[in-house]
Structures are given as structure tokens and as C-alpha cells.
Antibody
Framework: EVKVLQSGGGLVQPGGSLRLSCAAS????????MTWLRQAPGKGLEWVSS????????YYADSVKGRFTISRDNSKNILSLQMTSLRAEDTAVYYC???????????WGQGTLVTVSS | DIQMTQSPSSLSASVGDRVTITCRAS??????VNWYQQTPGKAPKLLIY???SLQSGVPSRFSGSGSGTDFTLTISSLQPEDFATYFC?????????FGHGTKVELK
């Protein structure tokens, strides 16, 4: 059974930093692109960042480029998102997702709320 | 960026109704559209990928169609567990973008 379990998140002040993590099981983690997406309160879904299976290539939305860093540890089946210089508009539920066949998100974590507020 | 325009934004329906949701892409994207279902407080769930392929484990009352710029998600006979919000997503070009969602409510 595929499982994607997220941790991290919480309340942070504007300009602060936060790290999200996602532990995956039930599939060959090292064979798949992994992705972070987010959903602001009451809003739609936004793709944030993706990382190729081997970890060599990263992709970011313009809204987070230069502030967020995606990484993975294939030996531990863990995906991470380091978020810095956080802004109020980064407030959202963040989801980790397994990606296949281009950009099909077939398994999602439970989501974790990040609130950026003073 | 490719814009995905979803309609309607909400609809009211009864159990047993046939429901159709549409999504229009701002440019041609072949069949690169996926559909997700989201219930309150939960993560989205993949229903349909590549416009018309049913994800494993998803009931056959869900179907998708379309190509180019116009896509449709159909629920043939609405069930109580189908009251949720549905999103389309294009997987043709980064950044991957989503429609704003269609909330299906009980009439």
C-alpha cells in the first residue's frame, strides 16, 4: 500500500523559515519524480516544486523560486521542502505528491498547514 | 502559463443525477488533462488521467473525455460520496496548472 506521510508546518513570522518533510512507502521512491503543491485557504491548487527521481533536476514555480529548496534522500525515502523568506501569501496547506507519466499526481500526503503571520 | 477555465464553479444536484463538468485550456494540450476529487479537509484524489483513463480503484460512473482545449468530466449517476469539489489539471507544460474547481452540492 502506498503511503505518503507529511510532517512539519506550523506558524511562522514573515521572513522566517520552515522545513516540510514527506516520508513515502509502498513504492520504489527512487524511481519517481516527487512534487510539492499547495492550496491557500478556500482557494485552488498550485504546483510549487518538483524533483526528478535521482535528485539531479529541480523545478520551481516563479512564486517560490529563489526562496524554496526541494530535496530528497532516496536512502530514507524522504522528500523535503526548505522554505525561507516566507510571506503571508505562502500561507497554505502544502501537499507532497508522487508524480508519474509526466505530471500526474497519483498519491498525495495528508497535507500540512503553513501559516505565515506576525 | 496555460490557464484552465473550469465551469461551472458550483452546481446543485441530486443523488442519481448525471453531472457534467467542463474545463477549457487556454491553448491546445492534446489529451494532457487530469481530474481530481477533493472532500473537505482531505487531499485531492486522482480520478481520471490523460483525459479519459480511469485511475485504478475509481468507480466506473466517472468518465472523462476531450482533447485539444475542451475537456469534460462526467459522473453518470451521482452517489452520496460524490458530493465534493472537482479540479482539472493540465500536464502538458510547466508550470502545471489547475482549474479553480467545481463544487458539487446536494440540491
Amino acid at each position: 500500500e502506498v503511503k505518503v506521510l507529511q510532517s512539519g508546518g506550523g506558524l511562522v513570522q514573515p521572513g522566517g523559515s520552515l522545513r516540510l518533510s514527506c516520508a513515502a512507502s509502498g513504492f520504489t521512491f527512487s524511481a519517481y519524480v516527487m512534487t510539492w503543491l499547495r492550496q491557500a485557504p478556500g482557494k485552488g491548487l498550485e504546483w510549487v516544486s518538483s524533483l526528478t527521481a535521482g535528485g539531479r533536476s529541480t523545478y520551481y514555480a516563479d512564486s517560490v523560486k529563489g526562496r524554496f529548496t526541494i530535496s530528497r534522500d532516496n536512502s530514507k525515502n524522504i522528500l523535503s521542502l526548505q522554505m525561507t523568506s516566507l510571506r503571508a501569501e505562502d500561507t497554505a496547506v502544502y501537499y507532497c505528491a508522487k508524480q508519474w507519466g509526466g505530471a500526474i499526481f497519483d498519491y498525495w500526503g495528508q497535507g500540512t498547514l503553513v501559516t505565515v503571520s506576525s | 502559463d496555460i490557464q484552465m477555465t473550469q465551469s461551472p464553479s458550483s452546481l446543485s444536484a441530486s443523488v442519481g443525477d448525471r453531472v457534467t463538468i467542463t474545463c477549457r485550456a487556454s491553448q491546445s494540450i492534446s489529451k494532457s488533462v487530469n481530474w481530481y476529487q477533493q472532500t473537505p479537509g482531505k487531499a485531492p484524489k486522482l480520478l481520471i488521467y490523460a483525459a479519459s483513463s480511469l485511475q485504478s480503484g475509481v468507480p466506473s460512473r466517472f468518465s472523462g473525455s476531450g482533447s485539444g482545449t475542451d475537456f469534460t468530466l462526467t459522473i453518470s449517476s451521482l452517489q452520496p460520496e460524490d458530493f465534493a469539489t472537482y479540479f482539472c489539471q493540465q500536464s502538458d507544460t510547466t508550470p502545471w496548472t489547475f482549474g479553480h474547481g467545481t463544487k458539487v452540492e446536494l440540491k
